[in-house]
């Protein structure tokens, strides 16, 4: 059965995090925020970093099962298959930015590291991995900029489109945020070319 004060903690500090960030936020601004004495907040989590932990493996594990649940793993010997795993991939990241937009302005914050306990940077790496593994097969076979490069570009292009849109700098809906998914594609365009056209190394 769920504890249902305790995911209204998780739920409030979520939206305290995401609109302060860590520093900027206080217990007791969480406990107010989830209509519970500071005592009772303290009852669950015994002080900030562990209750921003919490918060971060909830948020990213909903993330990893937004991206990851039923995503095939692209054969790179198909044409057009690294494009459509790319797009697939892109929509269910703007599923989860709309359906979630403080869980994914609280994960896009820069500031994690500092406070992240092992088993969070555990689930952040279980998030990468399996798309850091595909983006690595089509550099392996193709050469062209690094794979960490252009994931970082990918996600900072991501990132900065919803952030544009929450601050009003632009407007966007959906339709618009999957058809910068084709630009942002174009990163990857001139690898998955030619992942399709040269034959896999052996030996």
């Known amino acids: 059965m769920v504890d249902d004060k305790r995911r209204r903690l998780l739920d409030a500090a979520l939206k305290v995090f995401a609109e302060r960030g860590f520093h900027g936020t206080t217990v007791p601004e969480v406990a107010a925020a989830a209509g519970v004495a500071t005592g009772t907040l303290y009852h669950y989590f015994e002080h900030k970093q562990q209750l921003v932990n919490e918060v971060y493996r909830d948020a990213k594990l909903r993330l990893r099962g937004t991206l990851l649940d039923g995503l095939p793993d692209p054969d790179l010997d198909k044409p057009g298959a690294a494009q459509a795993w790319f797009a697939e991939l892109w929509r269910r990241l703007v599923t989860y930015a709309r359906a979630e937009p403080y869980a994914f302005r609280f994960l896009e914050m820069q500031d994690h590291v500092e406070y992240l306990d092992a088993e969070s940077r555990q689930i952040e790496l279980a998030t990468l991995t399996p798309m850091f593994s595909v983006a690595k097969r089509v550099h392996d076979r193709a050469g062209g900029p690094p794979t960490e490069v252009l994931l970082a570009l990918v996600w900072g292009a991501f990132v900065g489109l919803v952030k544009a849109s929450r601050l009003g700098y632009l407007r966007i809906d959906?339709?618009?945020?999957?058809?910068?998914?084709?630009?942002?594609?174009?990163?990857?365009?001139?690898?998955?070319?030619?992942?399709i056209k040269k034959p896999p190394k052996r030996g």
């Open 174 to 195: 959906d339709a618009g945020l999957v058809e910068a998914g084709d630009i942002a594609w174009r990163l990857f365009e001139r690898e998955a070319t030619k992942a």
